[in-house]
């Protein structure tokens, strides 16, 4: 199977040599690789001249936006499978052979993507909660392949070239959450979606908890986009109505496992929920100003 590998960057100086290397040096199992593609948000830092230093294919800067970043890399690549990375994370070694299973044992699928964990040399608290968090979340799903996601993560998945032009690619006007726009689009099409557990991907969470606030904020605000643009998109109201019973409930279950810091991610997922809300919030005051 050919394939096409591109990796989102902005400012990753402190990890694209990490990402990269884990990338290229992973055995590919039954993959064969055709292009490596460097899509840059406009990095004012050291990253484009490490990323020069390995076997790129084609390197295109300055492009503004998530959505449009997607989009510019899947028109650059070549093949009918296309791979996306986002440079703030490390592949486990078996991650592509993995992969190559879940295409062998879902071949009519049209997305796959990897779980999500955080690296064991992460020293950010606001990192190791947000981290619990996630794999709470990847637990609850279970399953080395969970079928018919309605939706997907971008950053360590492999597409069908075919299902991305279906649905229209990627939304060129999303800043932030483009994963969740064309994760939906997929899913409302027919596509299918695949959740390897197996293939593990180790992610450089916001290490502050102003970045990872910022970052539900524009969750929020997406969420609240999307919500106007897809009328038929789940509305996330029920989280809110269930967070007097979810909140104690994860304090427990996490502080147990986890120990304060599990009992502090609890804490944590509140304030995140809280800032969403506001970003929608905002979304829809402004006018969608922040993407129009």
């Known amino acids: 199977m050919e394939l096409s590998i591109v990796v989102l960057t902005r400012n990753s100086e ?35 001249e490490i990323a020069a230093s390995f076997p790129i294919t084609h390197i295109v800067k300055d492009v503004k936006g998530r959505g449009r970043g997607r989009e510019v890399g899947l028109q650059k690549a070549s093949s009918d499978f296309v791979c996306f990375f986002d440079s703030d994370l490390v592949i486990s070694p078996n991650w592509f052979i993995e992969q190559s299973k879940a295409v062998k044992n879902y071949p009519n699928a049209d997305v796959w993507y ?33 079928i018919n996601r309605p939706g997907c993560d971008t950053s360590n998945t492999i597409f ?4 991305l032009q279906k649905v229209g690619g990627f939304d ?5 959450s483009e994963d969740a726009d ?11 979606i695949i959740l390897w557990q197996d293939a593990k991907t180790f992610h450089y969470h916001r290490e502050t908890l102003f970045k990872k606030l910022k970052q539900n904020f524009e969750f929020g605000y997406g969420t609240a986009y999307l919500l106007a643009v ?3 998109l789940p509305t996330p109201w029920g ?8 909140i104690p409930k994860l304090a427990i279950i996490w502080s147990k496992k986890y120990g304060l810091i599990g009992l502090g991610a609890a804490w944590l997922y509140l304030i995140k929920r809280l800032t969403m809300l506001f970003g929608y919030f905002y979304a829809r005051l402004t006018g969608f100003k922040l993407i129009k």
Not at 172 to 176: A, G, R, S, T
């Open 14 to 48: 402190q990890t694209i040599k990490k990402c990269l290397d884990s990338i290229i040096n992973a055995p590919k199992g039954d993959f064969q690789v055709k292009e490596y593609i460097i899509v840059d948000g406009g990095s004012t830092d050291r990253t484009l």
């Open 114 to 146: 990897g779980r999500v964990e955080t690296p064991s040399e992460v020293k950010s608290v606001i990192a190791k909660m947000s981290g619990i968090e996630y794999a709470h979340f990847q637990d609850w799903i279970r399953g080395a392949g969970s």
């Open 160 to 163: 069908r070239r075919s299902i």
């Open 172 to 176: 060129v006007k999303l800043p932030f």
């Open 182 to 192: 064309i994760g939906y689009k997929i899913w409302r099409s027919g596509g299918k």
């Open 230 to 232: 897809h009328k038929n």
């Open 239 to 246: 989280i809110y109505i269930r967070l007097p019973y979810s």
